[in-house]
């Protein structure tokens, strides 16, 4: 089937970049004398027919904002048939050909779904801060929040060492210790406590005491959210080594933010690769980036659980303390 008209759309959480990968559709499809129809808020706006004409000023000065001028957001109504037929509905009645997929694992699952059912061509532009989506190396957004919690890190560091305290950090990742352990390195912590990890409480207490006997004045502990709470390990650090222990929840702005050159080019990369994947009468897959080649990974691959190789960071943390 040849394709005319393209529906981009950015779905699940959002992350620095998706702007830029948005953009880069556009143009790319456009650059081939294709349409492009905007779907608003995700899913949910394909089920409700939430559609925009996209053109080349339509994307103009997004490529440097956080977020998605797309909008996105959670649809569990799409996991139903009711839903997924009204989506179905939309395609057909404005004739389009074939989707680009902004988002993270759940929303290549839907994708996935989605194909098989209907069978509309669909690429995914892989998009998480987490950086977990398997068979994927990095993902659009990731060096992003990378950076925002190194910054923050950096300056509590400074009233750290400062005040002589210890610091727990909690960064995002419910199920995975991506950010935490490259935050943690980066900037040069003590500690990172990760979801694929076990950690003995007791046991990092008597380090910082140990430490602290030797002279060490301050100690920076990160914690991915799925690991354990900051508030509650603070405290349990103050109980049991009598220590001024503090702690700091980054939350959401990591999510946020200008995206960094690293993420940028990811998605502009990655953009055009989608469409020249659609129009090369690919579907089903996602598109990332290898070694400076585009790698072409099924859905099916990529909704798997990611295989997460933490302990050469883990180590390398350790060792450098």
Same mark, same amino acid.
């Given at each position: 089937?040849?394709?005319?008209?393209?529906?981009?759309?950015?779905?699940?959480?959002?992350?620095?970049?998706?702007?830029?990968?948005?953009?880069?559709?556009?143009?790319?499809?456009?650059?081939?004398?294709?349409?492009?129809?905007?779907?608003? !808020?995700?899913?949910?706006?394909?089920?409700?027919?939430?559609?925009?004409?996209?053109?080349?000023?339509?994307?103009?000065?997004?490529?440097?904002?956080?977020?998605?001028? $797309?909008?996105?957001? !959670?649809?569990?109504?799409?996991?139903?048939? +009711?839903?997924?037929?009204?989506?179905?509905?939309?395609?057909?009645? #404005?004739?389009?050909?074939?989707?680009?997929?902004?988002?993270?694992?759940?929303?290549?699952?839907?994708?996935?779904?989605?194909? +098989? +059912?209907?069978?509309?061509?669909? *690429?995914?532009?892989?998009?998480?801060?987490?950086?977990?989506?398997?068979?994927?190396?990095?993902?659009?957004?990731?060096?992003?929040?990378?950076?925002?919690?190194?910054?923050?890190?950096?300056?509590?560091?400074?009233?750290?060492?400062?005040?002589?305290? *210890?610091?727990?950090?909690?960064?995002?990742?419910?199920?995975?210790?991506?950010?935490?352990?490259?935050?943690?390195?980066?900037?040069?912590?003590?500690?990172?406590?990760?979801?694929?990890?076990?950690?003995?409480?007791?046991?990092?207490? #008597?380090?910082?005491?140990?430490?602290? $006997? !030797?002279?060490?004045?301050?100690?920076?502990?990160?914690?991915?959210?799925?690991?354990?709470?900051?508030?509650? *390990?603070?405290?349990?650090?103050?109980?049991?080594?009598?220590?001024?222990? !503090?702690?700091?929840?980054?939350?959401?702005?990591?999510?946020?933010?200008?995206?960094?050159?690293?993420?940028?080019?990811?998605?502009?990369?990655?953009? +055009?690769?989608?469409?020249?994947? $659609?129009?090369?009468?690919?579907?089903?897959?996602?598109?990332?980036?290898?070694?400076?080649?585009?790698?072409?990974?099924?859905?099916?691959?990529?909704?798997?659980?990611?295989?997460?190789?933490?302990?050469?960071?883990?180590?390398?943390?350790?060792?450098?303390?």
């Amino acid at each position: 089937m040849a394709i005319k008209r393209i529906a981009v759309l950015t779905t699940g959480g959002d992350a620095p970049g998706m702007n830029a990968a948005i953009r880069a559709v556009v143009r790319c499809a456009i650059n081939k004398n294709r349409e492009v129809v905007g779907v608003m !808020r995700g899913w949910q706006g394909l089920i409700n027919e939430e559609l925009k004409h996209m053109d080349h000023r339509s994307v103009s000065g997004i490529i440097n904002q956080g977020g998605t001028m $797309l909008k996105t957001a !959670r649809c569990p109504d799409f996991a139903t048939k +009711k839903g997924m037929e009204r989506a179905f509905n939309t395609v057909k009645e #404005h004739q389009i050909d074939g989707l680009v997929v902004i988002g993270g694992n759940g929303s290549f699952r839907a994708a996935h779904e989605f194909y +098989k +059912k209907y069978k509309i061509p669909a *690429i995914g532009i892989p998009v998480s801060i987490d950086n977990d989506i398997n068979g994927i190396d990095f993902t659009i957004g990731w060096d992003t929040a990378i950076n925002t919690a190194l910054n923050a890190i950096d300056n509590i560091r400074d009233t750290a060492t400062s005040m002589e305290r *210890i610091f727990v950090v909690e960064v995002m990742g419910r199920k995975s210790g991506a950010i935490a352990l490259a935050v943690a390195l980066g900037g040069g912590c003590e500690e990172a406590l990760i979801p694929e990890k076990k950690f003995d409480l007791a046991k990092i207490c #008597h380090e910082i005491v140990e430490g602290n $006997l !030797r002279g060490k004045i301050s100690w920076i502990l990160v914690v991915a959210e799925g690991a354990g709470h900051a508030e509650e *390990i603070a405290k349990q650090i103050k109980d049991l080594t009598s220590l001024d222990t !503090r702690a700091v929840v980054l939350g959401h702005v990591q999510r946020g933010g200008r995206p960094t050159a690293v993420s940028r080019d990811l998605a502009l990369n990655l953009g +055009k690769a989608a469409v020249d994947c $659609l129009l090369a009468g690919k579907k089903d897959l996602a598109v990332s980036v290898f070694a400076g080649k585009i790698r072409e990974v099924p859905f099916a691959e990529a909704v798997k659980k990611k295989n997460f190789k933490y302990e050469h960071f883990y180590n390398l943390i350790k060792i450098l303390t």
